[in-house]
């Protein structure tokens, strides 16, 4: 079965420090990836998305992701951190063969230290 | 351009109520999706409508349900309401599957049931 997996639940970052937020997935085919962010209260923010070509991926609000298939995961990073990133984020897997539904993974909640 | 809009804000019930809830796609955007968001049960697909059609329902029991009217706007209906369907409830919407699109979020409905 399709499955996303966050294995950090919380993460304290300082602010100007670098940042990677792990996310592994299972799927049998190649999937289509996701990023999402939530501030409190909330609905879901698109950051950046992976559907083909470069793995390397840029996205809103200075973020990347990378796309490793040998590792089945898609990081996602940052290399500064801003007091304004604090919120939870959303891994999210996605396919054409899949009704449409996106499977998220359990978020990962980001707090950062001023 | 307008994203998703969700309405009520939010919305109190009582045990054995019937919750209606209401979506507005972005301009342009066919394809509807429900999810749930409880507390420690994470992001759960709901349903998928496109051309008015129920296209995908995630594992709900039935006194979930909904549909899409011709303006391609939907409504999420929860009938016999139970304490654990409290939750926040995020409609997102997409160009139709044609291809794979991304998925574009509201703020979401949060429905306490009491």
């Known amino acids: 079965a399709q499955s996303v997996t966050q294995p950090d639940i919380h993460i304290t970052v300082s602010e100007g420090a670098s940042l990677e937020l792990r996310c592994n997935y299972s799927y049998g085919a190649t999937p289509y990836l996701f990023w999402y962010v939530q501030s409190p209260g909330q609905g879901l923010q698109l950051l950046l998305k992976?559907?083909?070509?470069?793995?390397l991926v840029q996205g809103i609000k200075g973020f990347e992701a990378e796309f490793k298939r040998s590792q089945s995961s898609f990081n996602l990073r940052k290399p500064s951190v801003h007091w304004s990133d604090a919120a939870e984020y959303f891994c999210a897997v996605g396919a054409y063969n899949q009704g449409g539904k996106l499977i998220f993974g359990q978020g990962t909640e980001l707090s950062v230290k001023p | 351009e307008a994203g998703v809009t969700q309405s009520p804000t939010h919305l109190i019930k009582t045990r054995g109520q019937q919750a209606t809830l209401r979506c507005s796609p972005i301009s342009g955007h066919t394809s509807v999706y429900w999810y749930q968001q409880a507390l420690g049960l994470g992001l759960q697909f709901l349903l998928w409508?496109?051309?008015?059609?129920?296209?995908n329902r995630g594992n709900f029991p039935p006194r979930f349900s909904g549909r899409q009217f011709p303006n391609y706007s939907s409504e999420l209906n929860v009938n016999a309401l139970e304490l654990e369907d409290s939750a926040l409830y995020l409609c997102?919407?997409?160009?139709?599957?044609?291809?794979?699109?991304?998925?574009?979020f509201g703020p979401g409905t949060r429905l306490t049931v009491l």
């Open positions: 997102a919407s997409s160009l139709t599957q044609g291809s794979y699109n991304e998925q574009f």
């Open positions: 409508y496109d051309e008015g059609e129920e296209r």
């Open positions: 992976y559907f083909s070509g470069d793995t």
